[in-house]
Every structure is written in structure tokens, then in C-alpha cells.
């Protein structure tokens, strides 16, 4: 919801702000006493008016949707415990990730990682060309699960380690029309 409402507001404020300047200037055009900027009369409408009510209609449509979207948008945040009370601690995923993606580099036999995080889970893939999943797997999910219980949390996320090896592949065996 937070990238669709990313994406809507600029083309959105960007028209509302062409409407604006368009009335302005339409509004100076007449008092400077010429006839219509845009060739479009106002001076006859009134606010019973077909196009008047559906020009209405629209803009009340749009700025409901908009308004639905922006109080269905769900923060990124992750909470952390409150050191005092009324303070609010907060982290990101992308710092939550750091964290355990730093502690999971650092183990032996892992050649890269990459983490993936939110408030509810915790995602960890590990590539490694020295060991296997059997062997690396446990010990990774232990280390991740530490760094992450280390942080002051009132919810732990749950952990996943996958371990993508070279020995793994080897030792499976060959699926029809894979070639290795």
C-alpha cells in the first residue's frame, strides 16, 4: 500500500497543482478584462450543474480512495522494547537485517548471505562452497536466532536459514533434463 501511494502522490499533486495555476491565471485573464484563457466559460455554471456535480463527484472519489490508502499503509517499523515509559524505540527491517546479516557473515563456511526482515520473520540465505546444508544449517539458525534475541524486542520474529551449497546439488540426484 506504501508504493502505491508512493507512486499516486506525485501525479496527483502535480495535476491538483496545474488545476491551480490554470484557475490563477484564468482568474487574472478576466481581470485583466480579455475574454476566456481556455476558452472554457464559467461565468455561466452554476453549482447545480451537470458538470459541476461530476467534477465534484470525482475529486471526493479520488480523495476518499486516497484516504483509505493512506489509513490501510502499514508502518515498516519494528518495535522495541521501551526503555522508560512514553518513550517509543523503533528500528527498521533493513537495520534488523544488518544485524543479523553481519553475525551470519562472520561464521565459518559462509561465502554469502543475504537477509530479508520484517516485524514477523526473519529470512536468512547462506551460500557456502565449503560446507553442506545438513552441517551449516543448525549452526547458522543458531547464530541468527542469538542476534536476534539479543535485541531488545517484545515480539521475536521467527528465523529461517536456507544454505545454498555446491555439495547439496552434487549429491542430489539429476532431474530429468537438468544439466549440471
Given at each position: 500500500m506504501r508504493v502505491l501511494l508512493?507512486?499516486?502522490s506525485p501525479p496527483l499533486g502535480l495535476a491538483l497543482a496545474a488545476a491551480g495555476l490554470l484557475l490563477v491565471?484564468?482568474?487574472v485573464w478576466r481581470?485583466?478584462?480579455r475574454g476566456p484563457l481556455t476558452g472554457v466559460s464559467l461565468a455561466g455554471w452554476a453549482w447545480t450543474d451537470r458538470p459541476v456535480a461530476l467534477v465534484g463527484a470525482g475529486v471526493a472519489a479520488g480523495g476518499l480512495v486516497l484516504l483509505v490508502l493512506a489509513l490501510t499503509a502499514r508502518s515498516s517499523e519494528v518495535p522495541l522494547d521501551e526503555?522508560?515509559?512514553g518513550v517509543r524505540v523503533v528500528t527498521t527491517p533493513t537495520s534488523l537485517a544488518r544485524v543479523v546479516g553481519h553475525r551470519v557473515r562472520a561464521e565459518e563456511g559462509v561465502s554469502g548471505a543475504s537477509v530479508t526482515a520484517s516485524r514477523r520473520r526473519v529470512r536468512v540465505r547462506v551460500t557456502s562452497r565449503v560446507h553442506d546444508?545438513?552441517?551449516l544449517r543448525p549452526r547458522l539458525l543458531e547464530v541468527a536466532?542469538?542476534?536476534?534475541?539479543e535485541l531488545p524486542m517484545p515480539v521475536r520474529p521467527k528465523v529461517s536459514v536456507v544454505v545454498l551449497s555446491p555439495k547439496d546439488r552434487a549429491a542430489r540426484p539429476l532431474v530429468p533434463g537438468e544439466v549440471r
Open positions: 508512493r507512486v499516486l491565471a484564468e482568474v481581470w485583466a478584462g526503555p522508560a515509559a546444508e545438513a552441517s536466532r542469538s542476534a536476534v534475541e
